[in-house]
């Protein structure tokens, strides 16, 4: 069964950081998946930001992530990090992660399952 658990999200300055971090459930390995990041702003639907492949540790980014924001693992913990910098009010919305197909179009239909998310607010 898929389960992931986000994490790290609150209230951030403009041009601040946060680090989110996606945790793999008990004995769930996440470097056996493909995990992706989202972003969904209040009163709209998901959008990709980032994923990392699990075959080749390959990564893809969105145009608004590209720059600012960075997808790792820490494969030790069993979590996958989106360490976002240089944060603007656009970026206030809740983020999730899901395990999925990885690819450059980070179609939120590639990522069928979805925890509780975290919210990130930053302020102007």
């Known amino acids: 069964q898929v389960k992931v658990v986000e994490s790290g999200g609150g209230l951030a300055q403009p041009g601040g950081s946060l680090r989110l971090s996606c945790a793999g459930g008990?004995?769930?390995?996440?470097?056996?998946?493909?995990i992706g990041w989202f972003h969904q702003a209040p009163g709209r639907g998901r959008q990709g930001l980032a994923c990392?492949?699990?075959?080749?540790?390959?990564?893809h980014y969105s145009n608004s992530a590209k720059g600012r924001f960075t997808i790792s693992r820490d494969s030790a913990k069993n979590l996958v990090y989106l360490q976002m910098n240089g944060l603007n009010p656009e970026d206030t919305g809740v983020y999730y992660c899901?395990?999925?197909?990885?690819?450059?179009?980070?179609?939120?239909?590639?990522?069928?399952?979805w925890g509780q998310g975290t919210q990130v607010t930053v302020s102007s």
């Open positions: 899901s395990t999925g197909l990885c690819s450059s179009v980070l179609d939120p239909s590639d990522f069928p399952s």
């Open positions: 008990s004995g769930f390995n996440l470097d056996n998946y493909a």
């Open positions: 990392i492949s699990n075959y080749d540790g390959s990564t």
